[in-house]
């Protein structure tokens, strides 16, 4: 199947603005930004060194924020899109 990631802010410089992943059926949240990681050098932005999301990771799938910890419990289908945002900072 084939799925869609945006990524914002620093996340864009660092994996592209969007990509376009094929992923096997039954593959979740955790498996896509995992592979997107694997895309690039900085995959420590969004992986720790054990394989999970760091935390501070921000998930949107189908408008709904899913938090990092969720994140392998989420299936995604064919035509879904994942976005990530970096940590918000400033005032």
């Known amino acids: ?19 376009a992943l094929e992923l096997p059926e039954g593959a979740t949240i955790l498996d896509a930004v995992r592979t997107l990681a694997g895309t ?3 995959a420590e932005l969004l992986i720790d060194n ?10 949107m799938h189908h ?9 392998e419990s989420v299936s995604l289908s064919d035509g ?7 940590p918000v900072s400033g005032g």
Request: with cysteine; hydrophobic share 45%; net charge negative.
């Open 1 to 19: 199947m084939k799925i869609l990631i945006r990524c914002y802010a620093r996340f864009r410089d660092a994996f592209g603005e969007e990509q």
């Open 40 to 42: 690039g050098p900085d």
């Open 50 to 59: 054990v394989g999970n999301i760091r935390s501070y990771v921000m998930i």
């Open 63 to 71: 408008d709904v924020r899913v938090s990092p910890m969720e994140a």
């Open 80 to 86: 879904d899109m994942i976005i990530l945002f970096p």
